[in-house]
């Protein structure tokens, strides 16, 4: 979702060519014994007058909001579009309080100086919201900047179905309560399968089933909402502090989930369950008894509960503990280590990032993990790998959260 189509320049209202043999190709006719349906590879379609001005505002709100302050005339040169466009569109921006005018450049440049513009940073606050966490929900007033301004969580109480949706709504509510700085979008992260439409499918720790989240909160709120998968969510904001545009975060829990980006876009999956990894089994040996009724899923080895219930009967103290503490952690990288292998060499993955608690997951677990993968994986296609703790902590769902509101609102990331 990071790179949005704003960042692949200006769309004109000129008809697109086909933009290769292959793309018009798939759009002949189909003959009997091929595809029976065509799919074009690339948009071929003519682009709607009002489709590409959606497409350039955007493009315009995210080179300001990437580079800072700067004039009309750098805004043009840098998205390809033409200076009375830009005034246009900037003007628009103007009236609607999304860009402000800073007053003069001061440079030795001749002629009149220019006039700085950059997004209106404060105009507007963002509502992020977890609900991956096992004992509450938390919750934080986001700036555009992805800075949290304000915080606030609610036990969870083990509530589920609708008593657990009332406490969203509750902690919502007491979010919008905390800033009176206009409010441009909901976003939330829940466990679980969501598809695009903020549905939660299935999230059988909150024992929610076919719940319209997104839907429900806009309705009540009056508000843009965004409702998807947890890791999916904090991907977002991973993806925003890397330099990568194709990334796996794997999200360490009380369970284990994955959210995926590839070429710069996000991927659901046809079932919206990309990145499922947690009841992947691992091996054929077997392994301890999971929730899902299967032996030895991947969450039975790395989930936080399990890990740590394992460390404690380990003992605390002595070398023998140590020792096999280190040995408990260092076999649940390992595990972690072949479950990603054939997934890094598929995709040939350049960042895999972990995020849950660093006191497991910083040392031997991370060791046998990277050790693993280079065992398992050509190292000559996959030198650059890296794998990494995440730099976002406990935040990241709060801020991915944010980062999903503003892509789906603003266009911007
Ligand atoms: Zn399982």
């Given at each position: 979702m990071t790179a949005t189509d704003a960042q692949r320049g200006p769309v004109t209202t000129e008809p697109t060519p086909p933009t290769s043999p292959v793309a018009s190709e798939l759009l002949a006719a189909p003959v009997a014994g091929t595809f029976s349906r065509s799919r074009?590879?690339?948009?071929?379609?003519?682009?709607?007058?009002?489709?590409?001005?959606?497409?350039?505002?955007?493009?315009?709100?995210?080179?300001?909001?990437?580079?800072?302050?700067?004039?009309?005339?750098?805004?043009?040169?840098?998205?390809?579009?033409?200076?009375?466009?830009?005034?246009?569109?900037?003007?628009?921006?103007?009236?609607?309080?999304?860009?402000?005018?800073?007053?003069?450049?001061?440079?030795?440049?001749?002629?009149?100086?220019?006039?700085?513009?950059?997004?209106d940073r404060g105009a507007f606050h963002i509502i992020g919201v977890d609900l991956s966490e096992h004992e509450v929900f938390r919750g934080a007033v986001v700036g555009l900047d992805g800075q949290i301004i304000e915080r606030d969580e609610i036990a969870r109480d083990a509530a589920t179905g609708e008593a657990a949706v009332l406490l969203v709504d509750r902690l919502v509510e007491r979010l919008l309560a905390?800033?009176?700085?206009?409010?441009?979008?909901?976003?939330?992260?829940?466990?679980g399968v969501v598809d695009p439409l903020g549905v939660v499918r299935s999230a059988p720790n909150l024992g929610w089933s076919d719940v319209a989240l997104q839907e429900r909160l806009a309705e009540r709120f009056a508000l843009p909402v965004h409702v998807a998968n947890d890791a999916n969510v904090g991907v977002l904001a991973e993806h925003g502090s890397s330099h990568h545009d194709d990334l796996l975060l794997i999200k360490i829990g009380h369970g284990v989930g994955a959210g995926l980006i590839i070429g710069g876009r996000p991927?659901?999956?046809?079932?919206?369950?990309?990145?499922?990894?947690?009841?992947?089994?691992v091996g054929t040996d077997g392994g301890p008894r999971c929730a899902c009724g299967k032996a030895?899923?991947?969450?039975?080895?790395l989930a936080v509960p399990r890990l740590t219930a394992r460390l404690a009967a380990a003992g605390a103290q002595g070398e023998a503990a140590a020792s096999a503490r280190d040995d408990i952690l260092r076999e649940a990288g390992r595990r972690l280590g072949i479950v990603l292998a054939p997934v890094v060499g598929a995709l040939n993955l350049s960042e895999v990032v972990l995020s849950g608690p660093a006191e497991l997951l910083d040392g031997p677990l991370h060791e046998a993990?990277?050790?693993?993968?280079?065992?398992?994986?050509?190292?000559?296609?996959?030198?650059?790998?890296?794998?990494?703790m995440s730099e976002q902590a406990e935040d990241i769902v709060l801020r991915g959260a944010a980062v999903m509101v503003l892509s789906g609102q603003l266009g911007v990331s």
């Open positions: 074009a590879l690339r948009p071929t379609g003519k682009v709607l007058p009002e489709h590409a001005r959606t497409h350039n505002r955007a493009l315009v709100l995210q080179t300001l909001y990437s580079a800072g302050p700067q004039s009309r005339a750098d805004v043009a040169r840098e998205t390809g579009l033409t200076r009375v466009t830009i005034s246009d569109l900037v003007a628009a921006l103007i009236a609607e309080g999304l860009v402000i005018e800073l007053g003069q450049r001061e440079d030795a440049r001749p002629g009149k100086p220019a006039t700085l513009i950059d997004v905390r800033t009176s700085t206009p409010v441009l979008g909901i976003g939330i992260g829940s466990p991927v659901v999956g046809g079932g919206f369950a990309a990145g499922e990894i947690g009841h992947v089994v030895g899923c991947l969450e039975t080895w993990t990277v050790d693993t993968l280079r065992k398992r994986t050509m190292a000559e296609f996959n030198r650059d790998l890296r794998l990494r």
